[in-house]
């Protein structure tokens, strides 16, 4: 159990479909992340929030949009989703130690299926 | 830019053979090196950290070395048993004004029974 948990674990969705991603942190770390991991692919960072702020924003298409209502909580809303965008979408949280991100700690993941 | 390469990108080996993983990166400027594992279907689980000034790390039957300075890093696995099998992956954080965590593709490592 590393702290980090998501839900839901599966999605399977259709095009014009509007679902969201949850992740909830519980090691009152005050800094949050969303990946993607494709098949064959290195793990790719989408969003990094800090402190509630977002402060990384990877070129990541406006189909994904991220919320941060608090440090425990991360959201990712997802609309007119493409069958590329099949995928783990992976959650972590790190603490912020004097402006530097630290340690990060992984949720279990959301396998998500686009038809 | 970081690049992070892991060599092999699959190993299987027999129950008890001693095995090292590969990992190399491009740019020398990080904060530390991190070696997790990835088990199908699941999440990430921090296996070690190397601080860039430090140059191994040991816990348990793993030991993760850290050369910098030649953009080098290995996974050291004892005796190996299948419950090892899993990926592997290789993480820099890296320095400057946008840290972040930036990951090789892992390797896929096989303990035969």
């Known amino acids: 159990e590393t702290g980090v948990t998501q839900t839901p674990r599966h999605l399977v969705m259709g095009m014009t479909n509007k679902k969201s991603l949850k992740c909830e942190q519980h090691?009152?770390?005050?800094?949050m992340y969303w990946y993607k991991q494709s098949a064959k692919k290195p793990l790719e960072l989408m969003f990094v929030?800090?402190?509630?702020?977002?402060?990384e924003n990877n070129s990541v298409p406006s189909r994904f949009s991220p919320e941060c209502p608090n440090s425990s909580h991360l959201f990712l809303h997802l609309h007119t989703l493409q069958p590329e965008d099949s995928a783990l979408y992976l959650c972590?949280?790190?603490?912020?130690?004097?402006?530097?991100?630290?340690?990060?700690?992984f949720g279990p993941g959301t396998r998500l299926t686009v038809l | 830019k970081q690049e992070v390469t892991q060599i092999p990108a699959a190993l299987s080996v027999p129950e008890g053979e001693n095995l090292v993983l590969n990992c190399s990166f491009t740019?020398?400027?990080?904060?530390?090196l991190q070696w997790f594992r990835q088990d199908p279907g699941k999440g990430l689980t921090s296996l070690l950290l190397?601080?860039?000034?430090?140059r191994e790390q040991t816990s348990g039957r793993l030991n993760a070395s850290l050369d910098k300075s030649s953009g080098r890093s290995t996974l050291y696995i004892a005796a190996s048993q299948p419950g090892d099998s899993a990926t592997y992956l290789c993480?820099?954080?890296?320095?400057?004004?946008?840290?972040?965590?930036?990951f090789g593709k892992g390797t896929k490592l096989t303990v035969n029974p």
């Open positions: 972590a949280s790190s603490p912020v130690d004097r402006g530097r991100f630290d340690t990060q700690y």
């Open positions: 090691l009152g770390h005050n800094a």
């Open positions: 929030y800090s402190l509630e702020e977002r402060v």
């Open positions: 740019d020398s400027a990080i904060y530390n």
């Open positions: 190397i601080q860039s000034s430090q």
């Open positions: 993480a820099v954080l890296t320095q400057g004004g946008s840290e972040k965590l930036v």
